[in-house]
C-alpha cells in the first residue's frame, strides 16, 4: 500500500544526481542525489580538462544498456559530433549563426576573405594544419576547450580573475533563465511564485549566519540546535556546504558525477554561487540588467537593494532593533528558489518512489522531518508546537516533485521515424502527494505519474503519453511527423518538469523522380531532397557521391533538392550520395 503524507515542510536548493549510498548523515555536505554537484565547475576542467565535459555530455548513441529502440537504425555518427554539425548548413541549428560566448570557434575567418564570420563553416573548427617536412594534415578539433570558451569580452571586470563556467557564458545565463538548464529544481528569475511580502519569523530560513535560538537539546535528544560545520540548523549553509565549513572543500565520490572519474570536491554554498560567473554579467550582455550595469549580485543579494519600500525596522520596548538586512536576505535566494519548487525536491534513494515525510532524511527538502528541521531551524523547548507547525503547509503542500532524468536509449534518429519504444530511465518519476479539490475547498490525496515533454529550439511544445512508466522508468511512442531539429527532452510530472536532455531528429536524405544517366556525356541527374546538408563544395571522407564505390570526378551542381555528377569511367549501375547524417542508393535509369 501507498503510504501518504498530506503536508510536510522542507527548504532550500538540493543540487547534485541520483545514487543509493549516502555521503553523510547529517550533513554537510548534503548527500549528492539530484541535479548538478555542488562543485565548481571551472576547477574540473583546470585539472581534467575536457574529460570532465563527457561526465555528463556523453559520446555514445546508446548508454547503460538500454535496448535500441525498434525502427532506428543504427547510426554512423556518435551523439556529440551530430549536435556540433547541426550547427552548419540549410536548417541549421540558430540559423547557424555564431553567437559567441562559449560557442566561438576557433577560426573566426574560415574563408579567409579578412572579415570575421557571422555563419558557422566546416573550417571554423575543422582547423587544417601542417604536419612534419613530408606534409600531411591534422584536423585539430576534438579538444573542447577549442571552442568553449570564456567570453572576456566588453572589457567587464572580474574581480578576484573569476571566469564564468562555459554553461553560464551563453545568452540564457544572461537572461537568468536558470530553469532553462536546470528544470524545476532553479527556476528562471522571478519565474516563480514571488518572494513573500510578509515579514521574516524565526522559521524563515537564512542562507547563512543565522544563530540558534537555544544550544540545548531536548528531553530525547532528538533535535538540538548545535552547529553543523559551524553553522546552525535554519541556515541553507546547514547542508550546502564543505564539510568542516572552510573554502578547500570536502572530497565525495558517492555522486554519480563521480563514477569512473573519481572523487569530486564539495564546496561552500556561496563558492558554488560565485563560482558560476554569474555576478560578472554587465548591463551590456544581459537584458535583465540595466545598460551599463556593474554586474548582476543585486539578481541574490538582498542586502544590495536594502529594506522595501516603507518598511520599518523592529524594535523592542528599548527601541533596539531586532531585526535586521540579514533576515530578509533569503528573499534574494528565493527569485530563483522560490517556495514551491522547493518543497518539491526529494531523491528516491531506495527507487520505491517518494513519500513526503516517509524517507530517509537529508536527500532532499520535502522526506523527513529532520530537513525541516535543518533547514527552518527552532527552539527545542517549543519543538511539539514547532513540528505541528511543520505538519500544516498552509499553501505550499507536497505536490509533484521532481522527477531525475538520467538516459535515454536513443538521442537522435531520421525525420520521418517513429517507434514505440523511446525509454527513458532516472528516478523520482511518480511519487505521493495531494492535489487541491476545488469542488470541496480541501487538500486529497494524488498519485503522481509522469510524461514526456518535447521542446523544440523554438519553444513549440509536444506531450507525449506514456505506454508504461513506473518509479524508474518510462517507454513512450515517438510520432514519426516530428520535424527535423534539436528538442529538449523533460519528464513531466504535475507541474514540474525534470532536468533536460537533448535529442536530435536528422534531416533525412530522400529520392525523388528516378536517377538519370545520360551515357553519352556520362553525367548522373539526381532529383530528391535533404543533398545539401552540410556539403560545401567539394567531396569529403563523409560527404560525396559515388557510382559502383568510385568518387564522382566532376560535380557540376549540388543543391539541397538536386545533384549533377560526371563519372568518366561512364554510367555507374548504383549511385550513393552521402551527407553527415546518412546516404542514400539509387539505380539510375541510362539514356
Not at 570532465?52 to 544498456?65: I, S
Not at 524563515?204 to 540558534?212: F, I, L, Q, R, V
Not at 541574490?300 to 536594502?306: I, S
Not at 525534470?498 to 532529383?527: D, E, H, W
Request: proline share 9%; net charge negative; aromatic share 8%.
Amino acid at each position: 500500500m501507498r503510504r501518504t503524507h498530506l503536508s510536510i515542510i522542507g527548504i532550500v536548493l538540493l543540487a547534485c544526481s541520483t545514487i543509493t549510498a549516502w555521503a553523510v548523515v547529517p550533513p554537510p555536505p548534503v548527500n549528492q542525489n539530484l541535479g548538478i554537484p555542488d562543485t565548481q565547475f571551472q576547477l574540473l576542467f583546470d585539472t581534467v580538462g575536457s574529460d570532465t565535459c563527457k561526465r555528463c555530455h556523453r559520446p555514445d548513441d546508446l548508454v547503460h544498456g538500454l535496448p535500441q529502440p525498434t525502427g532506428i537504425p543504427m547510426l554512423k555518427k556518435s551523439y556529440l559530433p551530430t549536435r556540433h554539425h547541426l550547427h552548419v548548413g540549410p536548417g541549421a541549428l540558430r540559423g547557424g549563426l555564431i553567437a559567441g560566448g562559449p560557442e566561438q570557434p576557433p577560426s573566426m575567418d574560415a574563408d579567409n576573405d579578412g572579415v570575421e564570420d557571422t555563419h558557422y563553416m566546416c573550417l571554423s573548427c575543422h582547423i587544417i594544419m601542417p604536419v612534419g617536412p613530408d606534409g600531411g594534415v591534422v584536423e585539430n578539433h576534438r579538444n573542447c576547450f577549442n571552442c568553449h570558451i570564456v567570453n572576456l569580452a566588453n572589457g567587464d571586470p572580474r574581480p578576484d580573475n573569476q571566469p564564468r563556467t562555459v554553461h553560464h557564458d551563453t545568452p540564457k545565463a544572461f537572461a537568468a533563465e536558470c530553469g532553462e538548464c536546470h528544470g524545476y529544481l532553479i527556476r528562471s528569475l522571478d519565474a516563480g511564485l514571488p518572494a513573500p511580502t510578509w515579514l521574516p519569523s524565526i522559521i524563515t530560513p537564512w542562507p547563512s549566519n543565522k544563530d540558534a535560538e537555544d544550544d540545548t537539546t531536548n528531553d530525547l535528544g532528538e533535535y538540538n540546535n548545535i552547529s553543523s560545520a559551524g553553522t546552525f540548523p535554519g541556515n541553507c549553509t546547514f547542508c550546502h556546504n564543505s564539510a568542516d565549513g572552510n573554502s578547500t572543500g570536502t572530497l565525495d565520490d558517492t555522486s554519480p558525477f563521480s563514477e569512473g572519474f573519481g572523487a569530486i570536491t564539495i564546496f561552500q554554498n556561496k563558492q558554488n554561487h560565485h563560482a558560476t560567473g554569474v555576478p560578472w554579467i554587465t548591463g551590456a550582455e544581459s537584458d535583465k540588467l540595466p545598460p551599463g550595469a556593474v554586474n548582476a549580485c543585486e539578481w541574490c543579494h538582498f542586502d544590495v537593494l536594502g529594506f522595501p519600500d516603507g518598511y520599518v525596522v523592529r524594535t523592542d520596548a528599548d527601541g533596539n532593533p531586532i531585526e535586521s538586512v540579514e533576515t530578509w536576505a533569503i528573499r534574494g535566494c528565493q527569485r530563483c528558489h522560490d517556495i514551491p519548487s522547493l518543497h518539491s525536491i526529494e531523491a528516491d534513494v531506495a527507487g520505491d518512489g517518494i513519500v513526503p515525510g516517509g524517507e530517509a532524511p537529508y536527500n532532499g527538502h520535502v522526506g523527513n522531518q529532520d530537513n525541516c528541521w535543518g533547514c527552518h531551524g527552532f527552539n527545542p523547548e517549543g519543538a511539539p508546537d514547532a513540528q505541528a507547525y511543520a505538519m500544516n503547509m498552509g499553501d505550499y503542500p507536497v505536490r509533484a516533485t521532481v522527477a531525475q532524468l538520467d538516459v535515454m536509449n536513443a538521442v537522435m534518429w531520421p525525420q520521418g521515424t517513429g517507434f514505440e519504444n523511446l525509454v527513458l530511465a532516472g528516478h523520482g518519476f511518480e511519487n505521493d502527494g495531494v492535489e487541491w479539490d476545488y469542488d470541496n475547498y480541501m487538500w486529497i490525496p494524488r498519485y503522481y505519474m509522469p510524461s514526456v515533454q518535447l521542446t523544440d529550439q523554438d519553444g513549440n511544445v509536444t506531450i507525449l503519453e506514456p505506454t508504461a512508466s513506473d518509479k524508474n522508468q518510462i517507454t513512450v511512442a515517438v510520432p514519426a511527423d516530428l520535424p527535423a531539429g534539436s528538442y529538449n527532452v523533460q519528464v513531466k510530472k504535475g507541474d514540474t518538469l525534470s532536468n533536460p536532455l537533448q535529442a536530435n531528429i536528422l534531416p533525412s536524405i530522400t529520392m525523388g523522380p528516378p536517377a538519370l544517366c545520360f551515357s553519352k556525356y556520362r553525367i548522373v541527374f539526381l532529383r530528391g531532397k535533404g543533398f545539401n546538408e552540410l556539403y560545401r563544395g567539394a567531396p569529403s571522407s563523409v560527404t560525396g557521391i559515388t557510382g559502383d564505390g568510385v568518387d564522382a570526378d566532376v560535380i557540376y551542381f549540388w543543391k539541397d533538392d538536386m545533384i549533377a555528377a560526371l563519372f568518366l569511367s561512364g554510367c555507374p549501375t548504383e549511385v550513393e550520395v552521402t551527407n553527415v547524417f546518412g546516404s542514400v542508393k539509387a539505380t539510375p535509369i541510362v539514356w
